[in-house]
């Protein structure tokens, strides 16, 4: 299985970036989506979550209160993650994630996983 996440980047608190990660070697339509992301000395964390139909998604609204969109594109194999309204606390390493039938919110129950994007957001 590789996930490959793009989209990262530096950004101006109040700006927006859209996250993408491309999935093989795995049947993209029976595998949920995650997209966690860590900052420096923090625990990884869930940001949002779908399933594999898209008709069911999850989102941390301590984290994302309204401001990000998770999506997915079965046909293309790849999952996107919408981020507007930035802030300075939204800087952390941006992961993808697929685990097998439905959504859940803890990092342990995804066993695979991509090499992370690296969101950082300017005051």
């Known amino acids: 299985v590789q996930l490959q996440a793009s989209g990262g980047g530096l950004v101006q608190a109040g700006g927006s970036l859209s996250l993408s990660c491309a999935a093989s070697?795995?049947?993209?339509?029976?595998?949920?989506m995650g997209w966690f992301r860590q900052a420096p000395g923090k625990e990884r964390e869930i940001v949002a979550a779908?399933?594999?139909?898209?008709?069911?998604?999850?989102y941390a609204d301590s984290v994302v209160k309204g401001r990000f969109t998770i999506s997915r594109d079965n046909a293309k194999n790849t999952v996107y993650l919408q981020m507007n309204s930035l802030k300075p606390e939204d800087t952390a390493v941006h992961y993808c994630?697929?685990?097998?039938?439905?959504?859940?919110?803890?990092?342990?129950?995804?066993?695979?996983w991509g090499q992370g994007t690296l969101v950082t957001v300017s005051s």
């Open positions: 994630a697929a685990r097998q039938l439905v959504i859940t919110t803890a990092p342990v129950d995804y066993p695979d």
């Open positions: 070697g795995l049947t993209f339509g029976n595998v949920a």
């Open positions: 779908i399933s594999w139909s898209g008709g069911t998604t999850y």
